[in-house]
């Protein structure tokens, strides 16, 4: 997924819009730790029903007595080396879906809108005086590129756990924490992970209260969804964002402070340099190699996980470091750890229960 090839018009459109709004999405302190966190909008009091349902939604309980509302789900981010995976959920009143996002403010999949387009989206979102806030509610989780690798990373004896599945955990999440607040959900929609068919039937087991439909180009199809993908794209847009200034206000190189590879004298843009976080991005790649401490490679904001990441480690001038492999001690026995190995055939029982026996020349 991370070496997807992409073109000059694509990678623009991924790119960061230069005065990107920052939206209350982002939470700063846990964006720069590289920490995965979720935040929730304020629901809308005209959707706020009076009884909250249970947040797993798994059992017929009391349905919310606010007004029915489709939920859109959709993410940004998987593809990059750079920064976080971001799954943007977005709800609002059923008969509104079509006339207020399709209509009158013209939402559509985040990755055919120009930066700044999706950025006033946003911002018109969260503004508090607009229709949009009035009768929306969104939420995203930012799954940091740090945790990513981690999580990619565990040795295969501990249970890896792959993109798809952060993905969907991510998802069930959000969408329980809309329930928890009392949104009377009728009518989920999801763009697809991997085949539309089993991610649908894990989700209708997990909200049985719900119709739920998943399918491709979702973010084209259901405006609820296209509002998702812009909630999601301008969060991990702005995550870019904050995370390069810090970066670049710490006036160190790679997760060390070292200098990166020498000999690359390639022209870097200042405004972005580091541009959409794809692989296939020249300005990403510069910005890798440049970068590159030899031991730590790089800060939070990268996904080690990535082949583009390991092959530069591994080839580029990163340190191979030779981990020591432990001794088998599962045919120890329990006497081991309390006899010594090399006492003498004549030692007392006794005295290497406590040690060798000490002559009177030791005093």
């Not at 559509?108 to 911002?123: A, C, G």
């Not at 990403?284 to 970068?291: H, T």
Request: charged letters at 20%.
């Amino acid at each position: 997924m991370e070496d997807t090839p992409m073109d000059e018009g694509n990678l623009a459109l991924e790119t960061p819009a230069s005065n990107v709004f920052v939206p209350p999405s982002i939470h700063r302190a846990a964006t720069l730790r590289g920490e995965t966190y979720t935040h929730f909008s304020p629901v809308p009091p005209s959707l706020r029903a009076t009884t909250p349902t249970s947040t797993s939604n798994t059992t017929d309980s009391q349905q919310p007595a606010g007004v029915p509302c489709a939920l859109g789900v959709d993410e940004a981010g998987r593809g990059p080396v750079l920064g976080p995976m971001v799954y943007g959920i977005f709800y609002l009143p059923l008969p509104l879906s079509d006339p207020l996002l399709k209509t009158t403010h013209h939402f559509d999949d985040s990755k055919v809108l120009k930066p700044e387009v999706r950025s006033s989206l946003m911002q018109t979102l969260c503004t508090p005086s607009t229709d949009l806030h009035a009768s929306c509610g969104w939420a995203i989780s930012s799954l940091s590129a740090r945790d990513i690798g981690a999580h990619m990373l565990k040795p295969a004896n501990t249970g890896s756990y792959n993109l798809n599945a952060q993905a969907m955990d991510a998802t069930i999440e959000l969408i329980r924490g809309v329930f928890a607040r009392g949104v009377n959900v009728k009518e989920i929609y999801v763009d697809t992970i991997g085949q539309p068919a089993a991610y649908q039937k894990r989700l209708e087991r997990v909200f049985p209260t719900a119709q739920v439909t998943v399918a491709k180009k979702a973010d084209s199809l259901y405006p609820c969804v296209s509002a998702a993908s812009v909630c999601a794209k301008v969060t991990r847009d702005a995550a870019l964002e904050v995370l390069y200034e810090a970066r670049a206000a710490s006036g160190t190189k790679g997760a060390g402070g070292g200098d990166g590879a020498e000999g690359d004298e390639e022209e870097v843009d200042e405004e972005q340099s580091w541009g959409s976080g794809y692989p296939a991005d020249p300005k990403c790649s510069a910005w890798l190699r440049r970068n590159m401490h030899p031991v730590f490679g790089w800060g939070p904001e990268c996904r080690f996980s990535w082949g583009t990441a390991k092959d530069m480690l591994e080839s580029k001038g990163g340190v191979k470091v030779e981990w020591p492999v432990d001794e088998d001690e599962s045919n120890s026995r329990l006497t081991d750890f309390f006899m010594s190995s090399d006492r003498e055939q004549d030692a007392d029982e006794l005295g290497t229960w406590f040690g060798t026996p000490a002559g009177l020349e030791a005093f």
